[in-house]
């Protein structure tokens, strides 16, 4: 019988493994093991499985960093859960973010070393690097995820749920009174620097902006 840790997946590249039911998912998470740089997402029965690139990794990376100096230089309190595996089984959907921020609900997942999204809140913000596939909104739309950025084809976007469905919006709800998309399209187009130097760039560029009138 194939084992999926037989699987091999080139960096930049994925799998579809199909119809599979919610113990044949947790399945291959438990041959998939915890220490793995692969990404998976699953809805509706379809498993992604995805090994992520170079690239992938710097822009991912490089856009939670301006998003950490935003939120320091803001004053906010906010907690980072990376790639954590959020599940919702009554409806054979799990998800791994690029990466994901608890900024409003922040408190409420201190100290939490498992969560239970019965009970728990889901990420206020989830991170989206869309190089090798796209992301799986109905997945997110299961998890009731408020707000989600994606990076794709050189051009930063931001989704918000509206109901049960998700819409493009030229704004961030949770920074209503700033221009996320203009203002950090610049800095993650930049590939001809080190990203300690655009992170330093883009904090200056932050000390300019009135941040006080933030809510």
Known sequence: ?????Q????????????????????EVLRDLGEK???????????????????????VKVLLAHLLVVLLDALGWDWESLGSTTFKHP???????????????????????????????????????VDLTSKTRLS??????????WRYQNNEL?????????YTHSSNSRIFPNIPIISLFSEYLANTSQPMSAI????????DTLNLSEQP
């Open 1 to 5: 019988m194939l084992q999926v840790q």
């Open 7 to 26: 699987i091999e997946i080139p960096p930049g590249h994925r799998t579809l493994l199909r119809e599979l039911d919610w113990q044949a998912f947790e």
């Open 36 to 58: 793995r740089n692969t990404r998976i997402a699953n809805a509706t029965g379809t498993l992604e499985i995805r090994m992520p690139s170079p690239e992938y990794e710097r």
């Open 90 to 128: 009554a409806s054979n959907v799990g998800i791994e973010p690029d990466d994901c921020f608890y900024i409003q609900n922040c408190a409420a997942i201190l100290g939490k070393h498992r969560l239970d999204l019965s009970i728990d809140p889901p990420p206020d913000l989830a991170i989206e």
């Open 139 to 148: 997945a997110y739309t299961t998890l009731r995820v408020p707000e989600i």
């Open 157 to 165: 976007t931001i989704s918000v749920l509206e109901g049960d469905t």
């Open 199 to 206: 992170r330093k760039a883009f904090r200056l560029q932050i």
